[in-house]
């Protein structure tokens, strides 16, 4: 069955960078594009960047342009999130997904933006 396993939350200082990982496992991830979503307390979830099947289209959400960045490697089935410039507004749940007709979500790492 689908699994997507995130790593590489944690807390971090306000303008300090972390990297998430997302191991992928249980379908072709060749041929998925995929994303990173975030949802901040009392917030809805949102959409921070999606990645196409071979990483040739990515989009990024307003507010993480030119901070963060989404790649992907397919040889190991893992989704990465680097994100640079980290502001307090950056705290979230983040989750890695994949839409394959039903999206599928992993169970999310905490990042947490705070001196």
């Known amino acids: 069955q689908v699994q997507l396993v995130e790593s590489g939350g944690g807390l971090v200082q306000p303008g300090g960078s972390l990297r998430l990982s997302c191991a992928a496992s249980?379908?072709?991830?060749?041929?998925?594009?995929m994303s990173w979503y975030r949802q901040a307390p009392g917030k809805e979830r949102e959409l921070v960047a999606l990645?196409?099947?071979?990483?040739?289209?990515?989009n990024y959400a307003d507010s993480v342009k030119g901070r963060f960045t989404i790649s992907r490697d397919n040889a190991k089935n893992t989704v990465y999130l680097q994100m640079n410039s980290l502001k307090p507004e950056d705290t979230a749940v983040y989750y890695c997904?994949?839409?394959?007709?039903?999206?599928?979500w992993g169970q999310g790492t905490q990042v947490t933006v705070s001196s």
């Open positions: 249980g379908f072709t991830f060749s041929s998925y594009a």
């Open positions: 990645i196409s099947s071979f990483g040739l289209n990515l």
């Open positions: 997904t994949v839409n394959k007709g039903v999206r599928y």
